[in-house]
């Protein structure tokens, strides 16, 4: 029988056989790749992930822009115009004028999902109107009230005139006013009730009268479509590609954390209680078997209400619950140890314990802690975005589990919001493969199988 090599060397070349540790560590370094991106984005990002103002010029609950792939009709992105021409005239004395003109072809079968209107002076106006002309050459004129002058508005902040032309067409007034409803007065055919689309050119012109000259600084129009992005939006118009982003470095740190934590003190508890044996093994085992009863997730809950915990501090709180499981393990690893001949011969020739300890259990439990540590990573990970979902979580950080949390609060399983709860939930599940493989592949390697 041939003698197995044993040294990192040796570990690492049997690793990097191995398939699946191969592909776990392709998946890790494509992981950190996107992890080392969601870091370099600036802070004020993550600090407006919680500001639905800071996303009003997003769709709302669209699905991703993907789809318009195989549903070219249904679903398109949207559409951002700049003006085909810009005049600025004076008919009349301290009465100043500018007329900024859009122009584009709509071919889609559905309305844009909202409108918005990007345009700024260097003065308050006294007056700015809509004028909206349709393919068929009807021109809806709407009125800009005053609170709106000069920042970014949207169609409910226009909604009196749009709903005034809806009722004289219908004879009736919308029941639930939202940006859809309003956008389908504007794209649609009066002629079907605002059901068909008008296909064609259409033709956009505000004008802004002021008592002043004036300046245009900025002007822009934006079409929004019914899709966004590769994972679509939430309900506030947040884009769930840069929420998923910018909770991997969170779950990846608090899974490390956690996992290192855990294990380091579960291996050492259970290592020196294989090794000491008699009545201190059985009060260490006592002790460990208390904390594996404790119910893990109440626990934390209970916890969290009383302290107000940053990331650091729930990761040490996870690992506070999850060592046991890896000193019974180790435990029993050291008590195979002990029985070796090797060890009786260090005892009788009076070789401290410690040294022994040191020299012979350590060496022999590391290689294997290793593999649990990857192996706990994804435990700790899932935890967490447990807590997360269950608004347990620090404040101030993206959490997958907190945007599950807010797909439950808003309903998007009964209305159909599936990207919401799809994609948060697969990265939970994909940033546990690589652990799980390279942590398997790990074992297969200290324990001498192929």
């Known amino acids: 029988m041939s003698k197995r090599n044993v040294g990192f060397s040796s570990y690492l070349r049997d690793f990097l056989s191995s398939k699946i540790g191969l592909v776990g560590l392709i998946i890790l370094i494509i992981l950190l790749i996107f992890t080392g991106i969601a870091i370099s984005i600036p802070a004020k990002v993550y600090a407006s992930w919680n500001n639905p103002a800071s996303w009003n010029q997003y769709p709302e609950h669209v699905p991703p822009a993907w789809l318009s792939i195989f549903y070219p009709n249904k679903y398109f992105t949207t559409e951002e115009l700049s003006p085909i021409n810009m005049s600025l005239y004076s008919p009349a004395k301290n009465i100043f004028v500018a007329i900024i003109t859009y122009q584009f072809n709509w071919s889609k079968v559905l309305p844009a999902y909202n409108v918005y209107f990007i345009v700024s002076t260097n003065i308050t106006p006294i007056e700015e109107v809509i004028y909206w002309s349709k393919p068929d050459g009807y021109t ?7 609170g ?5 508005f949207d169609l409910t902040s226009i909604r009196g005139d749009i709903l005034n032309y809806i009722s004289s067409i219908t004879g009736k007034t919308p029941n639930i006013v939202n940006s859809t409803v309003l956008s389908s007065a504007l794209f649609n055919s009066p002629k079907s009730n605002f059901t068909t689309t008008e296909q064609g050119r259409y033709v956009v012109k505000i004008e802004i009268v002021s008592s002043s000259p004036m300046n245009i600084t900025k002007s822009g129009l934006l079409l929004l479509g019914n899709s966004y992005g590769l994972m679509g939006t939430d309900y506030f118009g947040r884009p769930l590609d840069l929420g998923v982003l910018l909770g991997l470095p969170n779950a990846l740190e608090i899974g490390a954390l956690t996992s290192l934590v855990a294990v380091l003190v579960g291996i050492f508890v259970g290592g020196i209680s294989g090794y000491l044996g008699g ?5 260490i085992q006592w002790l460990t078997l208390v904390f594996l009863a404790l119910p893990a997730l109440p626990f934390l809950v209970a916890v969290s209400f009383v302290t ?17 499981f890896y000193a019974i393990i180790a435990r029993s690893m050291a008590l195979s140890i002990k029985s070796n001949s090797f060890v009786e011969a260090d005892k009788l020739l009076g070789i401290p314990s410690y040294r022994v300890f040191f020299t012979h259990f350590m060496p022999r439990l590391i290689p294997i802690t290793v593999a649990y540590m990857a192996l706990g990573v994804p435990a700790g990970i899932l935890l967490a975005q447990t807590l997360a979902f269950l608004g347990i979580a620090p404040a101030n950080i993206v959490t997958w589990g907190g945007i599950l949390d807010a797909a439950e609060t808003y309903q998007a399983q009964v209305n159909g919001w599936w990207w919401w709860v799809v994609f948060p939930g697969a990265m939970i599940v994909i940033v546990a493969i690589p652990f799980v493989l390279i942590g398997f592949a790990i074992e297969r390697v200290t324990l001498g199988e192929r």
């Open 148 to 152: 709106v002058f000069n920042v970014p």
């Open 279 to 283: 009545n201190k093994d059985s009060g």
């Open 308 to 324: 107000e915990p940053n990331l650091e501090i729930e990761a040490l709180l996870i690992a506070f619950l999850s060592w046991p």
């Open 140 to 146: 809806l004129q709407v009125n800009v009230p005053n």
